[in-house]
């Protein structure tokens, strides 16, 4: 029996009393994949992306080990939310305009001290003044810097727009602005080098483009490297007492890790290991989160129907950001079909041995999108279901 098989072989017996559609975590896989990140992070703690989790009764298991401390958040209100429930260090990794949120905020000592803006713009700030509403709590603020390379003069951009601020002048030029605003305390710095981080690096079937990508990181580490610690100085020049520099994600933790300018690691998605993070050299983990669905048909020979499936993670639209059939192994979309809004044609000589209810267990592309379609997910120690636990969804929290 191969691994992958023993696999579907425990998360059948854990779920046999349960009815597909269902998700499950494997916790010693979970476990698995937040020690590797810390052995990568090299002694440096490691600030959990909760966009990738969506769970806070996992973002609870993984900061209670060593090596992990505080998290890193998608919107304003989760922030609050997360806040209120007792987390303490809540990093908000965009800009917001949720104008109620900010006078929340600051109205509120508690999650004031909790919780720290991402800003780029002195307009952000007008926006959160503008918000106050007689709140008089001051807002912790962190600024981002733009991590793309520019190639060619900056005719050839690679990475993510995200921050307009990508010289050490302008970094330093906008914490004047916050410094010198009552209201505010600039605490942090944040770099997030997606093009490293989130672009796998070894493609099956397409080596040239596998080294172009190894190509590219090669020099985008090295000149982010190098304009992250110019960025660092000038900002401490105006803000001798800041807190925090925070860069990487699940990709690069070991390169952004060995920056001495760097103070901490952002992951999350290396928790789950959702099948966009197959394609990488640097490191390996073990698929954490899985989701099943229930054979309803047999059309023919080789073939077999499941409820549902159609879950498509965000980004550019392709073959890489749908889900992928995982156990039985040997089973692959109709082409004519794939993932559908309510059936999934599968194909393959495996399909001849499954019966009407059997579960197809598959892997989301992206890693905390997958709680975005189920409320709760089962933990799976061993061949056993130990608890079930809500999602954001199952909480009743969808906050995009």
């Given at each position: 029996?191969?691994?992958?098989?023993?696999?579907?072989?425990?998360?059948?017996?854990?779920?046999?009393?349960?009815?597909?559609?269902?998700?499950?975590?494997?916790?010693?896989?979970?476990?698995?994949?937040?020690?590797?990140?810390?052995?990568?992070a090299g002694g440096k703690p490691?600030?959990?992306?909760?966009?990738?989790?969506?769970?806070?009764?996992?973002?609870?298991?993984?900061?209670?080990?060593?090596?992990?401390?505080?998290?890193?958040?998608?919107?304003?209100?989760?922030?609050?939310?997360?806040?209120?429930?007792?987390?303490?260090?809540?990093?908000?990794?965009?800009?917001?305009?949720?104008?109620?949120?900010?006078?929340?905020?600051?109205?509120?000592?508690?999650?004031?001290?909790?919780?720290?803006?991402?800003?780029?713009?002195?307009?952000?700030?007008?926006?959160?003044?503008?918000?106050?509403?007689?709140?008089?709590?001051?807002?912790?603020?962190?600024?981002?810097?733009?991590?793309?390379?520019?190639?060619?003069?900056?005719?050839?951009?690679?990475?993510?727009?995200?921050?307009?601020?990508?010289?050490?002048?302008?970094?330093?030029?906008?914490?004047?602005?916050?410094?010198?605003?009552?209201?505010?305390?600039?605490?942090?710095?944040?770099?997030?080098?997606?093009?490293?981080?989130?672009?796998?690096?070894?493609?099956?079937?397409?080596?040239?483009?596998?080294?172009a990508i190894r190509l590219m990181?090669?020099?985008?580490?090295?000149?982010?490297?190098?304009?992250?610690?110019?960025?660092?100085?000038?900002?401490?020049?105006?803000?001798?007492?800041?807190?925090?520099?925070?860069?990487?994600?699940?990709?690069?933790?070991?390169?952004?890790?060995?920056?001495?300018?760097?103070?901490?690691?952002?992951?999350?998605?290396?928790?789950?290991?959702?099948?966009?993070?197959?394609?990488?050299?640097?490191?390996?983990?073990?698929?954490?989160?899985?989701?099943?669905?229930?054979?309803?048909?047999?059309?023919?020979?080789?073939?077999?129907?499941?409820?549902?499936?159609?879950?498509p993670a965000s980004g550019v639209?392709?073959?890489?950001?749908?889900?992928?059939?995982?156990?039985?192994?040997?089973?692959?979309?109709?082409?004519?079909?794939?993932?559908?809004?309510?059936?999934?044609?599968?194909?393959?000589?495996?399909?001849?041995?499954?019966?009407?209810?059997?579960?197809?267990?598959?892997?989301?592309?992206?890693?905390?999108?997958?709680?975005?379609?189920?409320?709760?997910?089962?933990?799976?120690?061993?061949?056993?279901?130990?608890?079930?636990?809500?999602?954001?969804?199952?909480?009743?929290?969808?906050?995009?």
């Open positions: 029996m191969t691994p992958r098989a023993a696999d579907r072989a425990r998360y059948d017996r854990a779920t046999a009393h349960l009815d597909a559609p269902v998700a499950i975590v494997d916790l010693e896989a979970f476990d698995s994949n937040a020690a590797d990140l810390v052995r990568r490691i600030r959990v992306a909760s966009k990738s989790v969506r769970c806070r009764a996992l973002l609870e298991r993984v900061l209670s080990r060593d090596g992990f401390a505080g998290i890193m958040s998608f919107t304003l209100d989760e922030s609050l939310w997360l806040a209120r429930a007792g987390f303490e260090d809540v990093l908000l990794a965009y800009p917001s305009a949720d104008r109620s949120g900010f006078g929340e905020l600051v109205r509120d000592p508690k999650l004031a001290a909790a919780v720290t803006v991402m800003v780029d713009d002195v307009a952000q700030l007008d926006l959160i003044d503008a918000a106050r509403a007689g709140g008089t709590e001051e807002v912790r603020v962190c600024l981002e810097l733009d991590t793309a390379l520019h190639l060619l003069g900056g005719r050839i951009r690679v990475g993510a727009r995200r921050s307009p601020l990508r010289e050490p002048a302008q970094l330093a030029e906008l914490a004047r602005s916050v410094v010198r605003r009552p209201g505010f305390r600039l605490v942090g710095i944040m770099a997030y080098e997606g093009h490293v981080a989130g672009v796998g690096d070894s493609v099956a079937g397409r080596p040239l483009r596998s080294r990181q090669s020099a985008a580490r090295k000149e982010l490297a190098e304009r992250r610690a110019a960025v660092v100085r000038a900002v401490r020049a105006v803000a001798p007492d800041l807190e925090f520099v925070n860069g990487g994600g699940t990709g690069s933790v070991q390169h952004t890790a060995a920056e001495d300018a760097v103070t901490e690691i952002a992951a999350g998605s290396g928790l789950f290991v959702p099948r966009l993070f197959d394609d990488y050299t640097s490191f390996s983990g073990r698929p954490a989160a899985l989701f099943a669905q229930p054979v309803v048909r047999r059309p023919g020979v080789g073939v077999v129907t499941v409820l549902g499936g159609g879950y639209a392709g073959p890489d950001r749908l889900p992928v059939p995982y156990l039985p192994e040997g089973l692959r979309y109709d082409p004519q079909e794939g993932p559908g809004e309510v059936q999934t044609p599968l194909l393959g000589s495996p399909a001849d041995d499954l019966r009407i209810g059997d579960k197809v267990w598959f892997r989301h592309a992206k890693a905390g999108e997958l709680c975005e379609r189920f409320e709760s997910l089962h933990l799976v120690e061993g061949d056993r279901v130990t608890a079930a636990v809500p999602t954001y969804r199952g909480e009743g929290m969808t906050f995009l």
